[in-house]
């Protein structure tokens, strides 16, 4: 404020001409800084069009997300020695849950064997109630594959081997226990490591979300990544079947993919039932009861806060206003719909290349198998590949943020997330009559959302939803820990498999030279 006052006082003690020139002076820099000003913000506003909320660019958002100069590395980055031959003990493992819940059950599980230096007995996968597949993991993995990718971080086996001394013939009989909730490193250095050295063999069930997410190793983390993205590859014939089907989609151009979460076990979950008949409602409470613990759950608070799943329409009108037009072909990866036709023809008429795995691959094996783990291995597989990715309800589900993890992984491909609180109050204007600036205002929130790039993991966010920084690396980091490993990684740790199984070898030599002797 004292400024303007300095001013007038050179003013009145420098004389005319001098003023004069100093005023035109300051007159000429304001012009300059208002003109730099006004071009400065064009260029932003040019550059940044995609933040106007008037403007989203479809067709960038049918090509992969900017990685910032990181790309995908779950390679090992310090010392990490093989598995030594000499283990303290079997571990077995139950997998309950989907397919996606088993997933992540099963790189826990690998993590587990790791910590405790044990044999990995290849994981049981949950014949449940829901799915009746008794598939198994050699029904829907690559076994041999499985095995072999991780040779360089924990012995695996497909059963636990008879044990033969003095003659006899011996079963080991694992110890079975119920490991808590997340787990923390510790426990199974304590607890389950103790009663493995007891037994021989530990039988951890049921084994969900049984070791943190939350680890402060990155290698831990990475070893993960490794069994996620590299080690767990479907089997050929289900690998076949997935890409038939999205050559047959992308044969007509880009394709989109929607995991429509409209589904019974999970409207009863989030307590979303006003919108149903008194008949529907009641199924779903009936569900509820019997799967899911009693709680006070009122719709209207559920939705304002985004715990119900948007029903078909609010899906294809969030994809509208982002500039999607009915000529976009959508495959659907569903289980059945819960209350049927009447919720779907409002998004069917909105976008009417609908498919899903069945329309467009008819074939025997599909059909019968559409709702057990092979129809959702092949959703998994068509939703990686996707040039889109939408998931309609991704809190609690397992299927969703695997894939959301996945495609981040697999090169930063694009991702649709609603924002579902934020997009609540807008359908609930629509529906009560306040339709004026509604395609704005839902492009105002979704441009708040990420699209698929590099973003700090903040809980609740799952690891297995973002594993970023930890499975990722750059070329020139500014930071020396997010250096990518060296191009022969892998030929490193393969030489120290060989110098472990090199070893082994002399140890046993010289144990078998020494008995010689002695005799």
Known sequence: MRRPGLHRQHWKQGGGSKGIYAKLTVVVVVLLICTFSVFFSATISGNRGSLEPSEINVEELWESAKSGGWRPSSAPRSDWPPPPKETNGYLRVRCNGGLN???????????????????????????????????????????????QTLKYDVRIVESIPEIHKNGKTKKIKAHQIRPPRDAPINWYTTVAFKKM??????????????????????????????????????????????????????????FMSIHLRFEMDMLAFAGCFDIFSPEEQSILKKYRKENFAEKRLVYNERRAIGKCPLTPEEVGLVLRAMGFDNSTRIYLAAGELFGGERFMKPFRDLFPRLENHSSVDSSEELVANTRGLLGSAVDYMVCLLSDIFMPTYDGPSNFAN?????????????????????????????????????????????????????HKRVPPESFYTNSWPECFC??????????????????????????????DLEALMETNSTRRTEI
Not at 122 to 129: K, Q
Not at 203 to 221: G, K, M, V, W
Not at 433 to 449: N, P
């Open 101 to 147: 819940q088993q997933r992540s059950a099963i790189c826990n599980a690998v993590l587990a064997a790791r910590i405790m230096n044990a044999t990995l007995v290849l994981p049981e996968l949950d014949a449940n109630s829901f799915w009746h597949d008794d598939s198994g993991f050699q029904g829907i993995y690559d076994v041999e594959h499985f095995i």
């Open 197 to 254: 050295k007891e037994h021989g063999a530990i039988y951890l069930t049921p084994f969900s979300h049984r070791l943190a997410e939350e680890i402060d190793n990155a290698e831990y983390q990475r070893l993960r990544c490794r069994v996620n993205y590299h080690a767990l590859r479907f089997k050929p014939n289900i690998m076949r079947l997935s890409e038939s089907i999205v050559d047959k989609l992308r044969a007509q151009g880009h």
């Open 402 to 454: 695997n894939l959301l993890g996945h495609r981040l992984y697999y090169g930063f491909r694009t991702t649709i997330r609603p924002d579902r609180k934020g997009l609540a109050p807008i359908f609930i204007d629509r529906e009560n009559g306040q339709t004026a600036g509604f395609e704005q205002a839902v492009r105002r929130v979704m441009l708040k959302t990420n699209f698929g790039g590099p």
């Open 474 to 503: 750059q070329m020139s980091p500014s930071n020396p820990a997010d250096k990518c490993p060296p191009d022969n990684v892998l030929e490193i740790l393969e030489s120290q498999l060989e110098n472990e199984v090199n070893r």
